[in-house]
């Protein structure tokens, strides 16, 4: 009778603990995305990391990074496609293929951002961010428009949702 009282007192000790670093941790998460310009698309991103609730500031700001990888890999593919289906248009078939060197810069960029936050060099974290993950994109679209290549939607929706990310990201890093 002893055991039970006992093992039933430690499961529900187990829970309660639990929910209070859940609910301390979802406020970690709501903390961090109220300074960015787009709070529902931070916590979404956060939610969709099944180790977001065990997060700290730095585990939350590597998930935002994750979230800004995966962006990066549809619009690597993505322009890529793009570029080959251009093949008539040699300035567009270019512009698509800078579009793709661009984006391996930033994915090494993404890569040693986040060695940076690991070891906890912020600054050269945020650097990193800065100039090889922010800038190819954006160089990508200045260069698009000028040439007044057509972009599809799609690729117009996830390069806003990257270049979001990477301002959350930031905004977050400077909080360190």
């Known amino acids: 009778m002893k055991a039970s009282l006992v093992a039933k007192l430690l499961l529900f000790t ?6 209070v670093i859940s609910r301390a941790n979802e406020e970690l998460m709501m903390q961090e995305c109220h300074n960015s310009d787009n709070p529902t698309l931070c916590l979404s991103c956060l939610r ?3 180790t977001s609730p065990e997060a700290d500031q730095v ?18 593919k993505n ?17 698509w293929k800078q579009c793709s060197l661009g984006y391996a810069t930033a994915k090494r960029g993404v890569g040693e951002a986040d060695a940076h936050l690991i070891t906890g060099d912020y600054d050269k974290a945020a650097y990193d961010v800065n100039v090889k993950v922010v ?18 939607s799609s690729f117009r929706y996830h390069t806003e949702v990257y270049l979001a990310l990477t ?6 890093i400077d909080r360190f």
């Open 14 to 19: 187990t829970l309660v603990t639990i929910s």
């Open 48 to 50: 969709s990391d099944p």
């Open 59 to 76: 585990g939350l700001a590597r998930i935002i990074l994750r979230c800004i990888n995966s962006h990066l890999l549809t619009l690597t």
């Open 79 to 95: 322009a890529s496609t793009l570029g080959s289906v251009h093949h008539q248009n040699p300035k567009a078939t270019a512009a």
């Open 135 to 152: 800038a190819p994109p954006f160089s990508c679209n200045t260069s698009l428009e000028t040439l007044n290549i057509h972009v599809p």
């Open 167 to 172: 301002q959350t990201l930031l905004r977050i």
